[in-house]
């Protein structure tokens, strides 16, 4: 079975930085394209920023130049970095990996932006 774990949420003063971890069990992670998702309360879930196989990297128009992704495939983990928070990035983010066709979801970890 395929399992995927966040952490790395919290409460963070606007301007502040936190940074996300997702590990995922299984073999083809490798091989796998990794995402970061997030939801607000009566939102739409969207993609924050991915990033492929190969290492492309792609941003939601609202996370470039304040958000990095970056993996490492020893560990099997994929990282988000979040710089200079803002309210509007409160939010449960979601770890997402995608090998072949199937698509595999971690439970989410909340991020709070507040003062």
């Known amino acids: 079975q395929v399992q995927l774990v966040e952490s790395g949420g919290g409460l963070v003063q606007p301007g502040g930085s936190l940074r996300l971890s997702c590990v995922a069990s299984g073999s083809i992670f490798r091989i796998s394209t990794l995402g970061w998702y997030r939801q607000a309360p009566g939102k739409q879930r969207e993609l924050v920023a991915s990033?492929?196989?190969?290492?492309?990297?792609n941003y939601a128009d609202s996370a470039k130049g304040r958000f990095t992704i970056s993996r490492d495939n020893d560990k099997n983990t994929v990282y988000l970095q979040m710089n200079s928070l803002k309210p509007d990035d409160t939010a449960v983010y979601y770890c997402?990996?995608?090998?072949?066709?199937?698509?595999?979801w971690g439970q989410g970890t909340q991020v709070t932006v507040s003062s």
């Open positions: 990033v492929s196989r190969a290492g492309s990297t």
């Open positions: 997402n990996m995608r090998a072949l066709g199937p698509n595999y």
